[in-house]
């Protein structure tokens, strides 16, 4: 099976930069890998992505140097079981709160006897230098993240980190201050990222975050996050027309 070298360079302690790629175009996604990105997350959750898109997309993704990962549209089992057998090396799980959520993604994500996933290696083979061993390497190689995102995932983030199986998180800013009545930037906000990260910090996973802003990116790395997103295909091609339109108008 191929080598996770985000997971490798993650439990090195390094930062992992990746892009989210939403707007349901193969060539998009191979373009932003061959960027230089440590990994491409693909969004099923609010992207146009189908199953058979994301099959080839995460094919492509494997041309350039970033490894193919995927939002899984929900937190099931069939779902999750269905990404990893047509490629993804990396899952971002959404909207897990308890301690049960994360038990139910791992039960999808890993074979047993951690978990219950089934066996059967469709869709695997290319990314693998033996694909005979896929079944033996995945639990290690697979990069699972639960997505933090509402107050009581923060309230309980330690707990469901501490789940065996769980790699890291993924924490959605946005989702959180909706769900926390608050704004994003706010002192109880930033209060609330800085405990997930020390939650996973105690119990020796991966703090994530996905961001839209450069700046808050190299913020959240100072401040321990890893497995971190900097972007998307869909604001980052708007934001070009704009700047491109706005040059042409000399505005």
Known sequence: MRTNTVKQKLLRGEPSIGAEAGLGSVLAAEAMSRVGFDYIVLDMQH?????????????????????????????????????????????????????????????????PPLGGRSGGNFGTGFLSDDPDTYQEHANEEIFLAVQIESAPAVESAEAI?????????????????????????????????????AACHKTGKIPGISLGEVELARFWIDEGCRFVTCGDDGSWMAAGARAALAGVKGE
């Not at 990962?69 to 779902?79: E, I, K, Q, T």
């Open 47 to 111: 992207g146009a992505w189908t199953e058979e898109s994301v099959m080839y997309a995460f094919r492509a993704i494997a041309l350039g140097s970033a490894l193919p990962m995927a939002r899984v549209r929900s937190n099931d089992f069939g779902l999750i079981g269905r990404l990893l057998d047509i490629g993804a090396m990396g899952v971002v799980v959404p909207l897990v709160n308890s301690v049960e959520d994360a038990e139910k993604a791992v039960l999808a994500a890993r074979y």
């Open 161 to 197: 980190m501490a789940v065996e199986g769980i790699d890291g998180c993924w924490i959605g800013p946005g989702d959180l201050s909706a769900s926390m009545g608050t704004t994003p930037g706010t002192p109880e906000h930033t209060a609330a990222i800085r405990s997930v990260i």
